[in-house]
């Protein structure tokens, strides 16, 4: 397939200069953007006209559990520990397959329809999410989870762990991964055997980490050590990690993560709704810290429109740090697009607009009256524009969106479907 999008009014490429390109086309042809520049000759099978539009390379979730559709709105104002046990973990037993993929093909679309073209899930019956991946055009980075009640000294878990893997490894747009839940949840052990399969097998590893003052006060207890200095411990901070909130943790170990190349998932919606805490991300970044954005699932959010975390995570610092100046909306910006890239070891691939990268591409209808005048269109990404300002998307060199219409799957029929399955789970 090739794609011309012609006459882009904006293109923030997210280049290594931040450059902000005016009145130019972009070429795409199979996965690839190969050409960006004025008048282009090249011929393509599909136009879209980038007239009134901004182009910018697809948002990355980088902490979701995408199924989790199923719960929106079922359990609010509840704090973590009490939303798991007594909502969140009861109805989760009873899930079968055909709920986690109707459940991720609704969040799919919810994504794609909001700007988000990568994400980065774990969550119960993998393949199903794989599956409603490959059929709405997602960009999936898939976790399979690690919990000791799965694991439970039977080996045939970690074989699982890996098969999975094997059996996705060589999929467009699937990337296998393993995600032991988080410290609480698994022993030394399963820890450390999650993160040798993800060695043996070069794929990132997704944990949750530091989330609660709870958390923290637990693991000095149980291993003398805060959450971070434990994972370093077992030797297993890297760049291959990603670290999910990481909300409790002190310079030292930001440091820790710093020097190790560790990313971090900042989830600020989800934190703030279950009243976590907030990260400390303008440290991070500070210390060089590579820190990703993520909506969380949709049961502590409630939806997975990525700018609300965009423009969302540069207000609390400012307001934490009464310091208008720090995390400008360019740092924001990168850390929806960029850095998550990043994170998922995707940096020469994904993130930005440039010649020979994937074409994960979105535009944004700026001929709205919440975006005019353009006096800094980086500031109205961040700032002014929603996920519903999002006009079309491009994955993998695919169109899934056009003028807001989903063209992989139907729209309508989906959300038929994830609804009676929404009845059939709750009445089982
Ligand atoms: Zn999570």
């Not at 070429?27 to 009134?52: C, P, Q, S």
């Not at 999975?164 to 030394?188: D, E, M, Q």
């Not at 055997?193 to 923290?216: A, G, Y």
């Not at 993560?257 to 971090?264: E, Q």
């Amino acid at each position: 397939m090739s794609i011309l999008v012609k006459d882009a009014s904006y293109v923030v490429t997210q280049n290594k200069k931040r450059q902000v390109l005016k009145d130019v086309d972009i070429f795409v042809e199979d996965n690839e953007i190969r050409e960006i520049g004025k008048k282009l000759k090249a011929k393509a099978e599909h136009v879209i006209n980038g007239k009134w539009k901004v182009v910018l390379p697809g948002l990355v979730n980088l902490h979701t559990h995408a199924a989790m559709t199923l719960f929106r709105g079922f359990a609010d104002d509840m704090d973590l520990f009490e939303w798991l046990n007594k909502r969140i973990w009861p109805i989760e037993d009873k899930l079968n397959e055909e709920d986690v993929f109707w459940g991720t093909m609704l969040a799919n679309i919810e994504m794609i329809k909001s700007g988000t073209t990568s994400f980065l899930d774990m969550y119960y019956f993998m393949d199903e999410v794989a599956k409603a991946s490959q059929k709405t055009g997602m960009r999936g980075f898939l976790s399979i989870p690690v919990t000791d009640k799965e694991f439970s000294g039977d080996k045939d878990r970690i074989t699982r762990a890996e098969s999975f893997i094997k059996k996705w490894k060589n999929t467009p747009r699937i990337y296998p991964s393993v995600g032991p839940h988080s410290i609480y949840l698994c022993s030394a052990e399963n820890l450390q055997k999650s993160d040798e399969i993800s060695k043996k097998n070069s794929t990132i590893l997704n944990i949750h980490l530091s989330e609660t003052e709870k958390e923290v006060k637990d693991s000095l207890k149980k291993f003398g050590k805060t959450p971070v200095s434990y994972m370093k411990k077992l030797g297993m901070l890297s760049p291959r990690l990603v670290t999910a909130h990481s909300i409790w943790v002190s310079e030292k170990e930001i440091q820790l993560l710093a020097k190790s190349g560790t990313n971090v998932a900042h989830c600020p919606i989800s934190n703030m709704k279950l009243a976590s805490g907030l990260a400390p991300i303008y440290q991070m970044i500070r210390h060089g810290v590579n820190v990703g954005l993520g909506t969380d699932s949709v049961a502590s959010n409630n939806n997975l429109n990525l700018f609300e975390e965009i423009k969302i995570s540069a207000l609390l610092q400012k307001m934490k740090h009464k310091d208008s100046k720090i995390v400008n909306a360019q740092e924001a910006l990168d850390m929806g697009t960029l850095n998550g890239a990043r994170a998922l070891g995707m940096k020469t691939k994904l993130g930005s607009v440039e010649n020979g990268m994937l074409a994960d591409l979105i535009t944004i209808d700026i001929s709205k009256p919440h975006l005019y005048p353009v006096h800094d269109i980086v500031s109205h990404l961040v700032y002014s524009a929603s996920g519903s300002d999002v006009n079309d998307s491009i994955i993998d060199g695919e169109i899934v969106m056009k003028d807001r219409k989903i063209m992989s799957v139907d729209e309508t029929e989906t959300i038929h479907k994830f609804e009676s399955q929404v009845q059939n789970l709750f009445s089982r």
